[in-house]
Nanobody, 125 residues
Framework: VQLQAFGGGLVQAGGSLRLSCAAS????????VGWFRQAPGKEREFVAA????????YYADSVLGRFTISKDNANNTVYLQMNSLKPEDTAVYYC???????????????????WGQGTEVTVSS
């Protein structure tokens, strides 16, 4: 499975961006897709995840109500719509695919088996 994340850029606080994660290869192996982010000097943290079969969505508290994760199964693409962006959302955003996760484990980096290269998001104040 190969993942390509794109859509990052520079935006002012309060603005919006949509990130895309395109999967190719053995996509039948993918159970769920997650977005993580890593700010300078900080650890990579969970942002959102979606289970492809059920459509169940999960969000970090810090983005709940502002970010929306969605999927396009036909095109093997997962999106992260980010609204009301804040300077603290500045980070490199990574998409990752999991062959399976349980309840409560969707936010763990160790639950994901394939990772994309990351796309940078900068929110100016």
């Amino acid at each position: 499975v190969q993942l390509q994340a794109f859509g990052g850029g520079l935006v002012q606080a309060g603005g919006s961006l949509r990130l895309s994660c395109a999967a190719s290869g053995a996509t039948f192996r993918i159970y769920g897709v997650g977005w993580f982010r890593q700010a300078p000097g900080k650890e990579r943290e969970f942002v959102a995840a979606i289970t492809l079969s059920s459509g169940a969505r999960y969000y970090a508290d810090s983005v709940l109500g502002r970010f929306t994760i969605s999927k396009d199964n036909a095109n093997n693409t997962v999106y992260l719509q980010m609204n009301s962006l804040k300077p603290e959302d500045t980070a490199v955003y990574y998409c990752a695919a999991s062959r399976g996760y349980g309840v409560g484990t969707y936010s763990r980096r160790s639950s994901y088996h394939y990772w994309g290269q990351g796309t940078e998001v900068t929110v100016s104040s």
